[in-house]
C-alpha cells in the first residue's frame, strides 16, 4: 500500500519527505521553533483526511450518475482536554435531492482515511543503526 520516508537533519524542523514519487517538505511555524518551510504534521492529517473526504465523494456521485459540481471540505483539529476532536464541515454544490445528499453524509462517515483515524491503527516501531 502507501509508503513514505522523512529526513531530518539539523535544521530546526524542516523535514525532507519522499512520498509516491513527490518531495514535500515538513516543518514547524515559527512559533514553535520551525522556519514554517512546509505544512506542520497535523497539516498533512487534516489534508488526507480533507482530501479522501472529497475524492471519496466525487467518485460515488459519479458512479451513481449524480449531478453533484462541487465539494468542499472544511476540517478543524483541536484538544478538548484529553480528547483530540475533528470537526468536519462538508458542503455538497448540486442539484441533488434530500436522499442523494443524505446517502453522500453516509458515504462521508465511510471514506478510508475516517475508517482509520476512528478505529486505530497499530503502528510498529524498529530502531535500527545508520
Given at each position: 500500500?502507501?509508503?513514505?520516508?522523512?529526513?531530518?537533519?539539523?535544521d530546526?524542523?524542516a523535514?525532507?519527505?519522499h512520498?509516491?514519487?513527490r518531495?514535500?517538505?515538513?516543518?514547524?511555524?515559527?512559533?514553535?521553533g520551525?522556519?514554517?518551510a512546509?505544512?506542520?504534521?497535523?497539516?498533512?492529517?487534516?489534508?488526507?483526511?480533507?482530501?479522501?473526504?472529497?475524492?471519496?465523494?466525487?467518485?460515488?456521485?459519479d458512479?451513481?450518475?449524480?449531478?453533484?459540481?462541487?465539494?468542499?471540505?472544511?476540517?478543524?483539529?483541536?484538544?478538548n482536554g484529553?480528547?483530540e476532536?475533528i470537526?468536519?464541515?462538508?458542503?455538497?454544490d448540486?442539484?441533488?435531492?434530500?436522499e442523494?445528499?443524505?446517502?453522500?453524509?453516509?458515504?462521508?462517515e465511510?471514506?478510508p482515511?475516517t475508517?482509520?483515524?476512528?478505529?486505530?491503527?497499530?503502528?510498529a516501531?524498529?530502531?535500527?543503526?545508520?
Amino acid at each position: 500500500m502507501a509508503r513514505a520516508t522523512a529526513h531530518i537533519g539539523t535544521d530546526q524542523y524542516a523535514t525532507t519527505l519522499h512520498v509516491a514519487g513527490r518531495t514535500l517538505i515538513a516543518d514547524e511555524p515559527a512559533d514553535n521553533g520551525g522556519q514554517d518551510a512546509g505544512l506542520a504534521p497535523y497539516d498533512f492529517l487534516l489534508s488526507a483526511l480533507a482530501s479522501c473526504t472529497a475524492i471519496t465523494l466525487r467518485m460515488y456521485a459519479d458512479h451513481k450518475g449524480w449531478p453533484l459540481k462541487a465539494v468542499d471540505v472544511a476540517l478543524h483539529f483541536y484538544r478538548n482536554g484529553e480528547k483530540e476532536i475533528i470537526d468536519r464541515v462538508v458542503t455538497l454544490d448540486g442539484d441533488l435531492t434530500p436522499e442523494q445528499r443524505e446517502r453522500l453524509l453516509q458515504v462521508t462517515e465511510r471514506t478510508p482515511v475516517t475508517k482509520t483515524l476512528k478505529q486505530g491503527l497499530t503502528i510498529a516501531t524498529t530502531l535500527r543503526d545508520a
